[in-house]
């Protein structure tokens, strides 16, 4: 399920606005299922206000509790819902890359930009939040009530103020040296994006959309890098981490299946049988 699209056409879910290139967002995460598997097309900026999720990535495993923040990168995950926090109440801000570039350039003098972090690689980037960027989100609340034409003006120097005081915090200089390489148009290489993201049940387009390239400069650039088609690689890689967890935890087939992008588990099992001999169920016996 691609985050954006479900916020954006489901409005009596998802309080919403929008002014420019951003998609302002307060809501109650509506998730029922105890695990779904979701992706970021665009960087989104969340502040978590009550309740929590567990994320996965991967062999990676983040906690979402309350009063935290994070970017969160284009990518795929799993969302889980933690047993003892059912609720989870947040503030999310969508950003496109050129209007972040933008802000990024208008603050550029006032950052703390040298001697900053190798840029992180994570799905997932933690931001400190201290009082006044606590104080930036809460005033943005009430605007999401208000009945009558929003100012956008005023919303978009809240906004500002907002990722400003972001920027700013010293413990932040992950996040600074992500948005540093936007702005300076730095190009996530594509085996850094499929090696975190080939386990996701995502079509080729949607891949594309996740290392930041058309359709056409997606295939060119795989089939350069990886020397094969996108259809066969991601298959083989699917199956070697399906081995492998079979291989190495007690997780049901199902499970491994859902988690190496197989909706259906007779498709899996049947793919499997195909790339090692015998069933799933067979070969963990």
Request: proline letters at 5%.
């Amino acid at each position: 399920m691609d985050l954006y699209k479900f916020h954006t056409s489901n409005p009596a879910i998802f309080q919403q606005f929008s002014i420019k290139d951003i998609l302002f967002l307060y809501y109650n995460c509506p998730q029922k299922e105890k695990i779904v598997q979701l992706h970021s097309s665009f960087n989104q900026f969340v502040f978590s206000l009550s309740g929590g999720r567990i994320f996965h990535q991967g062999e990676l495993t983040y906690h979402v509790n309350k009063h935290s923040g994070y970017l969160l990168r284009r990518a795929g995950f799993l969302q889980e819902m933690n047993d003892d926090i059912k609720g989870w109440k947040l503030l999310a801000f969508y950003l496109k890359d050129d209007y972040l570039k933008k802000i990024f350039d208008e603050f550029r003098e006032h950052l703390p930009l040298r001697d900053l972090p190798p840029v992180p690689k994570e799905m997932m980037i933690p931001m400190s939040i201290n009082d006044r960027i606590r104080d930036c989100y809460f005033s943005l609340i009430p605007y999401f009530k208000q009945k009558t034409s929003l100012p956008e003006e005023i919303l978009e120097i809240k906004l500002k103020e907002l990722l400003y005081n972001v920027f700013i915090h010293p413990d932040n200089l992950q996040l600074l040296s992500y948005i540093n390489s936007l702005a300076d148009g730095y190009e996530t290489p594509i085996w850094e994006v499929m090696e975190a993201n080939y386990m996701y049940s995502l079509n080729l387009s949607e891949y594309a959309h996740l290392t930041n390239r058309s359709l056409s400069t997606f295939k060119r650039d795989f089939a350069e890098y990886y020397g094969t088609t996108p259809g066969k690689w991601l298959s083989a890689k699917r199956m070697e981490r399906a081995k492998r967890l079979i291989d190495t935890t007690q997780k049901p087939i199902g499970e491994i299946a859902f988690e190496n992008g197989f909706n259906n588990l007779s498709h899996f099992s049947r793919v499997f049988k195909d790339k090692y001999g015998v069933s799933p169920t067979l070969y963990r016996k």
